[in-house]
């Protein structure tokens, strides 16, 4: 039943520290981590509902029997039918914590919700994230093993895509290539985008049918999920010759990246962060093209608390694991960025990925 006993325990040591007498949760991530399965409703009512002496899924009857096989440290499952609706499955899980403040899981379906706040007008809803936040940000040794697998098999498919660069492959060619690398290691990917010449200055561009062209600078930036645990990183190369600015754009962001590991530690401002980087950048005169966050937390989601933005003063502690990812992005020439994922240790930040190189590879 570990660790999905300790997991609840937590959760509702924080309900008690917020005041919520109960929390729903939807079928996400929140979920998945809790009680260790999850599964789509779709347009129907799949929920978790824990209250301070049960976890209850209610669930369309269609999808009861999973629930019960693969759910772990639940109370019961509580089934509902197309004829009859969920509305007393939910009132059943709920019962009198429906009288207090509910946590709700800020992807629970609006619907679903507009429905609970018209069947239960004397509680008062608010968002369980933060309680959820507290939880998983936070790594324990099993996640981290996790998490540092599925960015050694990121690191081994990255590789492989940036040799597999030929003249006049289109992007979707080589997508093609990193799924397929990452199917023959038993993994799904679970994003890919490949920016040819201009498209690398778009930090999130629909890989399309662009050819590769001598010159170009490529970004690549793919994940793939390991038992549910995501990977993440960027490298950016040139494919032949780049523009000369290219090759100086790419040490500052490097700088910028490397900054990052030695501002790192448990207390630390999520921000501060950010600003180590962005003051390498700055400092260089690229300041205003770096328009994004540093960084984003990762774990069973690909993004997730903590977010390492400009304006996050909240402390660092350890077992936290995020993005760190500078990027510089001119306008229709050429975009870098670095991405690797990182952990925050007794001895600072630790990259889960292997290091990128100092200098802009030209291949
Ligand atoms: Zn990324
Ligand atoms: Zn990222």
Not at 16 to 30: E, K, Q
Not at 183 to 197: A, D, K, L
Request: charged share 20%; with cysteine.
């Amino acid at each position: 039943m570990e660790p999905y006993l300790s997991r609840l325990a937590a959760l509702r040591a924080q309900m008690a520290s917020c005041r919520l007498a109960a929390a729903i949760l939807a079928p996400t991530d929140h979920m998945r981590y809790l009680v260790g399965w999850a599964d789509s409703g779709h347009e129907r009512l799949l929920a978790l509902v824990v209250t301070p002496d049960a976890a209850r899924i209610v669930a369309p009857a269609l999808n009861a029997a999973d629930a019960s096989a693969n759910a772990r440290s639940l109370s019961a499952v509580i089934p509902w039918t197309d004829a009859d609706g969920w509305a007393s499955a939910v009132a059943q899980a709920l019962g009198d914590a429906a009288g207090g403040c509910v946590g709700i899981d800020d992807e629970l379906h609006a619907g679903h919700l507009l429905r609970l706040q018209d069947m239960f007008p004397q509680a008062r809803f608010r968002s369980v994230s933060g309680a959820m936040s507290a939880l998983r940000a936070v790594k324990d040794a099993a996640e981290l093993e996790l998490l540092g697998r599925s960015a050694e098999i990121t690191d081994d498919v990255c590789d492989v895509a940036l040799r597999s660069l030929r003249e006049g492959m289109t992007e979707l060619e080589l997508q093609g290539i990193i799924a397929e690398a990452y199917r023959e290691r038993s993994v799904g990917m679970t994003f890919c985008i490949v920016g040819f010449g201009p498209n690398s200055a778009m930090p999130h561009h629909a890989t399309d049918e662009t050819r590769l062209r001598t010159g170009d600078v490529v970004i690549i930036d793919i994940g793939c999920g390991l038992q549910g645990y995501q990977s993440d990183i960027t490298r950016t190369v040139a494919f032949g010759t780049p523009d000369p600015e290219a090759v100086e754009v790419y040490r500052i962001v490097r700088r910028a990246h490397e900054a990052v590991y030695g501002a790192c530690r448990a207390g630390v401002a999520a921000c501060e962060l950010d600003r180590a980087a962005r003051r390498v950048i700055e400092e260089a005169g690229y300041g205003p093209r770096f328009f994004h966050r540093l960084g984003h937390g990762i774990g069973l989601s690909g993004h997730e608390h903590p977010y390492i933005t400009e304006g996050n003063a909240e402390p660092l502690a350890l077992g936290n694991c995020f993005s760190n990812e500078p990027g510089v992005y001119l306008d229709g020439r050429f975009g870098v960025r670095i991405e690797n994922c990182m952990v925050v240790t007794e001895d600072g930040g630790a990259s889960l990925n292997r290091n990128a190189p100092l200098e802009l590879p030209i291949l």
